[in-house]
T-cell receptor, first 113, second 117 residues
Framework: DTAVSQTPKYLVTQMGNDKSIKCEQN?????MYWYKQDSKKFLKIMFSYNNKELIINETVPNRFSPKSPDKAHLNLHINSLELGDSAVYFCASSAWELPYEQYFGPGTRLTVT | AQSVTQLGSHVSVSEGALVLLRCNYS??????LFWYVQYPNQGLQLLLKYTSAATLVKGINGFEAEFKKSETSFHLTKPSAHMSDAAEYFC???????????????FGAGTTVTVRA
């Protein structure tokens, strides 16, 4: 029973297209995140949501729009895809209490051609 | 501001040898520190965490890390490497407790561990 799931696992698309990545967690956590991992494996937070409310937006281009329909889901929509958007995108969730662990999804590998 | 430096982007060890991965942090307040492991084509999995309790922290798979405030370090060790330890390892830091609205993790650049038979 997967704790944090993402779909799709792989996404290949052309420049200029619009795409979405979906994330769901069944852990009952209040907070969810999107991270971007570049080709050098560097991980950087993009957004965090707490109970459907945007908390952190790390100077991400406004082509990226997260949406949280409920606290178990956090989707990422990307408009006008660019070559530089190619990366692995990870969703994560955490609770506001011990053990403070962030649980990560398996990642979505986005390739923009 | 919080940041993490992982010394050595790649570490190669023999099976059965000591694994030592270095992590130094920068934080203006007592930090929350974490080590995560990423196996190929998978998400990140928490190995262990320091949250101001014991300075020597034991994690999963035989790993442990020691928080040294004077050295601003949180190095990860495992006495005897196993082939299954081959993965990417990330150190992460947060200035704020996870109960804070602005809680976020800052990750190091990662260290790739390869294990030689």
């Amino acid at each position: 029973d997967t704790a944090v799931s993402q779909t799709p696992k792989y996404l290949v698309t052309q420049m200029g297209n619009d795409k979405s990545i979906k994330c769901e967690q069944n852990l009952g956590h209040d907070t969810m995140y999107w991270y971007k991992q570049d080709s050098k494996k560097f991980l950087k937070i993009m957004f965090s949501y707490n109970n459907k409310e945007l908390i952190i937006n790390e100077t991400v281009p406004n082509r990226f729009s997260p949406k949280s329909p409920d606290k178990a889901h956090l989707n990422l929509h990307i408009n006008s895809l660019e070559l530089g958007d190619s990366a692995v995108y990870f969703c994560a969730s955490s609770a506001w209490e011990l053990p403070y662990e962030q649980y990560f999804g398996p990642g979505t590998r986005l390739t923009v051609t | 501001a919080q940041s993490v430096t992982q010394l050595g982007s790649h570490v190669s060890v023999s099976e059965g040898a000591l694994v030592l991965l270095r992590c130094n942090y920068s934080s203006s307040v007592p930090p929350y520190l974490f080590w995560y492991v990423q196996y190929p084509n998978q998400g990140l999995q928490l190995l262990l965490k320091y949250t101001s309790a014991a300075t020597l922290v034991k994690g999963i798979n035989g790993f442990e890390a020691e928080f040294k405030k004077s050295e601003t370090s949180f190095h990860l060790t495992k006495p005897s490497a196993h082939m299954s330890d081959a993965a990417e390892y990330f150190c992460a830091v947060s200035d704020l407790p996870p109960s804070s609205n602005d809680y976020k993790l800052s990750f190091g650049a990662g260290t790739t561990v390869t294990v030689r038979a």
